[in-house]
C-alpha cells in the first residue's frame, strides 16, 4: 500500500465549476497535511496546509482534513484556466522534517 | 524578496561528465532538501540536510553526493551521470523546530538536467 495516494486523473473541470481532489494516506501519526500545485515543467508551488481536522478556506481554495479517516482534500472554487496544473498532495508525521509525497492529480479546466 | 534559488535552470551534460547543481537561500531555514523529479513521477527525496546534519535516503545511489558549506548554500554532485539521471532537481527548504508551527517546505525553481 502507498503512503500517500491520489488519484492521477486526468480530473477536468468545466470553468466556473468546483474542482475536488482527494488525497489518503496511511500513517496514523501523521501531522501536517499539504497541497502543492505544479504546473507542467515548474517547481511545486504551495497551496495551503492543514494540521487540525476540519475545513481551512484561503480565498478559492478549502482545505478538508480527517484524521479518523486518513483523508485531506482539496476543493477549487470558481475554476479557472488557469488552476489545470498537476496538485500534489503531501504529508508528514511529528518530529519528522521529511514530506511523503503522492503522485498528483492532473486537473484540466476546460473553458 | 526571502527565496530558494537554483542554478544554472537547465544543465546539460555528457554520459559520465561530473555536473554540480546549486541552491542557495534567503529563508534563513535550518533544512535543505534534494529531490530528483521525473517526468509524471512525485518528487523523490535523495538526501537532506539538517543544520550541519546529512541524512541520505537508503535508495539514493551513491553517484549523488550533496555539500552544505554553510546554512544558504547546498550543492548536488552527480559524479557519473547516466542517461537514467535526467531529470528536473529540486531544492527545498524548511524552518524545523525551535518552535515552528509547522515544516512547511519552499522549493526553488528546480534544474532540468540533461544528459546526452
Redesign the interface.
Known amino acids: 500500500q502507498k503512503e500517500v495516494e491520489q488519484n492521477s486523473g486526468p480530473l477536468s473541470v468545466p470553468e466556473g465549476a468546483i474542482a475536488s481532489l482527494n488525497c489518503t494516506y496511511s500513517d496514523r501519526g501523521s501531522q ?1 497535511f ?1 497541497w ?1 500545485r505544479q504546473y507542467s ?6 497551496i495551503m ?1 492543514i ?1 487540525s481536522n476540519g475545513d481551512k478556506e484561503d480565498g478559492r481554495f478549502t482545505a478538508q482534513l480527517n484524521k479518523a479517516s486518513q483523508y485531506v482534500s482539496l476543493l477549487i472554487r470558481d475554476s479557472q484556466p488557469s488552476d489545470s496544473a498537476t496538485y ?1 498532495c ?1 504529508v ?1 508525521m511529528a518530529g519528522n ?3 511523503t ?4 492529480t492532473r486537473l484540466t479546466i476546460i473553458p | 524578496d526571502a527565496m530558494v534559488i537554483q542554478n544554472p535552470r537547465y544543465q546539460v551534460t555528457q554520459f559520465g561528465k561530473p555536473v554540480t547543481l546549486s541552491c542557495s537561500q534567503t529563508l534563513n531555514h535550518n533544512v535543505m532538501y534534494w529531490y530528483q523529479q521525473k517526468s509524471s513521477q512525485a518528487p523523490k527525496l535523495l538526501f537532506h540536510y539538517y543544520d550541519k546534519d546529512f541524512n541520505n535516503e537508503a535508495d539514493t545511489p551513491d553517484n549523488f553526493q550533496s555539500r552544505r558549506p554553510n546554512t544558504s548554500f547546498c550543492f548536488l554532485d552527480i559524479r557519473s551521470p547516466g542517461l537514467g539521471d535526467a531529470a528536473m532537481y529540486l531544492c527545498a527548504t524548511s524552518r524545523v523546530g525551535s518552535g515552528a508551527s509547522t515544516d512547511t517546505q519552499y522549493f526553488g525553481p528546480g534544474t532540468r538536467l540533461t544528459v546526452l
Not at chain 1, 515543467?41 to 504551495?46: A, C, Q, R, T
Not at chain 1, 509525497?101 to 498528483?104: D, L, M, P, R, Y
Open positions: 501536517s499539504f502543492y515543467g515548474k517547481s511545486p508551488e504551495l496546509f494540521y500534489l503531501a508528514n522534517e521529511k514530506l509525497f503522492g503522485t498528483g
